[in-house]
């Protein structure tokens, strides 16, 4: 009864879910949905290339070995399900989309653990040695070349959390060409507090003339009629929208 009731709380959860403001490949979405490839997109452009890499690689031994077995492959249907599940759900043209990957955050444990597995298969493949064509026996000792390309690939992820400590959230990984090429493709590059803070908001109250008003991509409504009730922001000042030309 309870796993049952939990599935069904959490197919609810994600929806049944208030529309919000996203800005997406250079376009505002705020009255309609996110198109159905937003967390597809955002799942492979806010991952870092060695992850996916690896990510990829379990993927494909997973089904292969579902393909080849299925009978005996609890294991890699459960990894499989558990982890494409929050990524398709949203990806439903029903479902509402935003908050680049927050909703999809119970999908990453299934794609770690389909990235350790295909980390281990690319150590095993690429650290045997080549065979004679004849006896199948090895012609010299085991690669070392991949080691040096693990060490490369845990010291690149370790330099990304460094550089964009404490803007963790403005990460873009290599496919999106990081934070500047998702600035240009269209992505949404901060999030609501990180930028719509404080000093934004005594800017706000300092600059814009009375009875003015403010146009800002993808923030809810909600939040700038909180802000206001708070007295946070000026409560002659109007909220606007960006004129297409």
């Keep these: ?31 309609r949905f996110a198109p159905w490839h937003y967390p597809l997109v955002m799942l492979l452009a806010t ?27 609890a294991r890699q249907a459960l990894l499989l399900a ?6 398709l759900l949203l990806a439903l043209p029903s479902v509402p989309k935003y908050d680049g990957i927050r909703l999809m955050l119970p999908a990453y444990p299934f794609v770690a653990a389909l990235a350790a597995i295909g980390a281990v298969l690319l150590w095993d493949r690429f650290r045997q040695p080549p065979l004679q064509a004849r006896g199948r026996t090895p012609a010299r000792p085991p690669r070392t070349w991949p080691a040096v390309l693990a060490v490369v690939a845990g010291i690149w992820l370790v330099i990304s959390l460094v550089l964009f ?32 803070n404080h ?32 007295g946070e922001i000026r ?3 109007r909220l606007g929208e960006f004129e297409r030309k």
């Design 1 to 31: 009864y309870f796993p049952v009731e939990g599935i069904k709380a959490y197919l609810k959860n994600k929806t049944h879910r208030m529309v919000i403001p996203v800005y997406y490949l250079g376009e505002t979405y705020k009255n």
């Design 47 to 73: 991952t870092p290339l060695p992850i996916l890499i690896a990510a990829a690689s379990g993927l494909y031994q997973e089904i292969r070995q579902l393909r080849k077995q299925w009978r005996e492959s």
């Design 82 to 87: 558990a982890g494409l599940t929050p990524v």
């Design 165 to 196: 400590h404490p803007f963790q959230l403005g990460y873009y990984g290599e496919l999106a060409g990081g934070p500047w090429g998702a600035k240009r493709l269209g992505f949404e590059t901060t999030y609501w507090n990180d930028s719509f």
């Design 199 to 230: 000093s934004a908001i005594t800017f706000l109250n300092r600059n814009v003339p009375p009875g003015g008003s403010v146009a800002v991509v993808a923030l809810g409504d909600f939040v700038w009629q909180i802000y206001q009730a708070q």
């Design 235 to 237: 409560e002659d000042i």
